[in-house]
């Protein structure tokens, strides 16, 4: 069954430490994949997004993800989280719908 | 830029109570969705359009129902409401179908919360 994996429900870290968020898929062929963002109370927000080329792409905030086509992965990262990047973040994965890992909750320690 | 607008933010029911969830976008977008949030399960869709008068079900259909007779508006109708219903609901919308070559992103609403009694 095609299906978006987000294996870690909630990671804390300390700020100014580095953040990998992980996703794998099993869908077929290479999907369309994005991050999303959400803050408590909000809609979410996008992050990043890969359609095709180069799999390390840029987002909005300083992170970034890279898409493994062997690992049919979608990791996000970050150098130094901070304080506000306290949030819930989704790997998000388009094949003919967009479906939704369960997401991962941040914490980030002072 | 109003974006996309859902109304109400909160909403307590009853079981057995019907209501809508409205959602307007004023993006000229061709493709409208509705998901609900549940703990540990990310966003799961109920339905979905892909343009005025159209509409189809996505992966939890059962219980709402959904017309789109302008391309702005795209409601969600809870019968008869159940517990089960008591989540968040996000409405969202795009240019074209998520699925279409060069992938339009959806803007996404800022959430209905909906308690069912």
């Known amino acids: 069954a095609q299906s978006v994996t987000q294996p870690d429900i909630h990671i804390t870290v300390s700020e100014g430490a580095s953040l990998e968020l992980r996703c794998n898929y099993s869908y077929g062929a290479t999907p369309y994949l994005f991050w999303y963002v959400q803050s408590p109370g909000q809609g979410l927000q996008l992050l990043l997004k890969?359609?095709?080329?180069?799999?390390l792409v840029q987002g909005i905030k300083g992170f970034e993800a890279e898409f493994k086509r062997s690992q049919s992965s979608f990791n996000l990262r970050k150098p130094s989280v901070h304080w506000s990047d306290a949030a819930e973040y989704f790997c998000?994965?388009?094949?003919?719908?967009?479906?939704f890992g369960a997401g991962t909750r941040l914490t980030v320690k002072p | 830029n109003a974006g996309v607008t859902q109304t109400p933010k909160f909403q307590v029911l009853k079981t057995g109570q019907s209501m809508t969830l409205q959602c307007a976008q004023d993006?000229?977008?061709?493709?409208m969705s509705w998901y609900r949030q549940d703990p540990g399960m990310g966003l799961r869709l109920i339905h979905y359009s892909v343009g005025a008068g159209i509409t189809d079900q996505g992966e939890v259909p059962n219980g709402y129902n959904v017309s789109r007779s302008t391309t702005e508006d795209f409601p969600l109708r809870l019968l008869s409401a159940a517990p089960s219903q008591t989540s968040v609901y996000f409405c969202a919308s795009s240019y074209s179908p998520p699925g279409e070559a060069g992938a339009n992103v959806l803007t996404f609403g800022a959430g209905s919360r909906l308690t069912v009694l």
């Open positions: 998000a994965v388009v094949n003919n719908d967009m479906r």
């Open positions: 890969y359609f095709s080329g180069d799999t």
């Open positions: 993006m000229n977008h061709e493709y």
